[in-house]
């Protein structure tokens, strides 16, 4: 197989907005996370397809707290890119805005990191290319998925080993 040609990560910056209407909001009239949540997943999808150049399935995404809430009428900006890359599987940073429209008044709203795997036409995991680092920023946000990444393996493992164990119980 021929080694894949590195992509740089300003390659896979994606940006999406969406005005939040009532249909995304509770009654107080703030947006719910979870259509914030299925955004950053489809954002953090798109930056991956990009970057692989394959569809992506969606492995895991890193707690997101909310810092500040987003009211109907904003508009919700979220820009997306691959910060890390291993075999078959790209981290997303996600960077999320809310911006008032009416006054300009934007506000960071929470970054969410999501995991993905490239899959080929039958669902079965390919190999991505590897991430070309442009920035000393850059490089030092692959080193800091690094350390996420390695966390979310032993994680991994220990649920593994406690489904394993329930099983064994069950039995």
Known sequence: MAELKPKPVSASRTTLAQVMQPQH???LGTVHGGVIMKLVDEVGAIACIRHAGHRVVTVAI?????QHPIRIGHLVILTAEVSYVGRTSMEAE?????????TGERVHTNTAYVVYVAVDENGHPVPVPPLLLETEAQRRRFEQAKVRQAFRLQQREQARRAYAADEETDA
């Open 25 to 27: 909001a509770n009654n």
């Open 62 to 66: 890193d707690q997101m707290m909310f």
């Open 94 to 102: 996600v960077q999320v805005v809310a911006e008032n429209p009416l």
